[in-house]
Nanobody, 129 residues
Framework: QVQLVESGGGLVQPGGSLRLSCVASGLILDYYAIGWFRQAPGKEREGVSCISKTDGNTYYADSVKGRFTISRDNAKNTVYLQMNSLKPEDADVYYC??????????????????????WGQGTQVTVSS
C-alpha cells in the first residue's frame, strides 16, 4: 500500500522555523519528483515547492522563496521542507505528493493537482504569537 505521511507541523511564533517531513512507504521516493502544497479551509490549494527526482532541481513559489528549502534523503525515503522566517500567512495544512510519472518539470512547477498523486493526510502549521 502506497502511503505518504507528513509530520513536523505545530505552533510556532512569527519568525520561527519548522521542518516538515514526508515519509513514503510502499514506493521508492527517489523514483519520483515530489511536491509540497498547502491549503487552509475555504482557500484554494497552493503549490509551495517541488524537487526533481534525480538532478536535484528545486522550485519555490514566490511567496516562500528565500525562506523555505526543499530537500530529499533517498536513503530514508523522505523529503523535507525546511521553513524559516515563518509568517502568519504561512499557517495552513501542508501536504506532500508524488509527481505523476512522465510529467514534465514545466508542468510540475505549475502545481496542478492533476500532475500529482499519492497525497498524504497533511500536517498543520500554525504561526501565531
Amino acid at each position: 500500500q502506497v502511503q505518504l505521511v507528513e509530520s513536523g507541523g505545530g505552533l510556532v511564533q512569527p519568525g520561527g522555523s519548522l521542518r516538515l517531513s514526508c515519509v513514503a512507504s510502499g514506493l521508492i521516493l527517489d523514483y519520483y519528483a515530489i511536491g509540497w502544497f498547502r491549503q487552509a479551509p475555504g482557500k484554494e490549494r497552493e503549490g509551495v515547492s517541488c524537487i526533481s527526482k534525480t538532478d536535484g532541481n528545486t522550485y519555490y513559489a514566490d511567496s516562500v522563496k528565500g525562506r523555505f528549502t526543499i530537500s530529499r534523503d533517498n536513503a530514508k525515503n523522505t523529503v523535507y521542507l525546511q521553513m524559516n522566517s515563518l509568517k502568519p500567512e504561512d499557517a495552513d495544512v501542508y501536504y506532500c505528493a508524488t509527481a505523476v510519472r512522465g510529467s514534465s518539470w514545466y508542468r510540475l512547477i505549475q502545481f496542478n493537482g492533476r500532475d500529482y498523486s499519492n497525497w498524504g493526510q497533511g500536517t498543520q502549521v500554525t504561526v501565531s504569537s
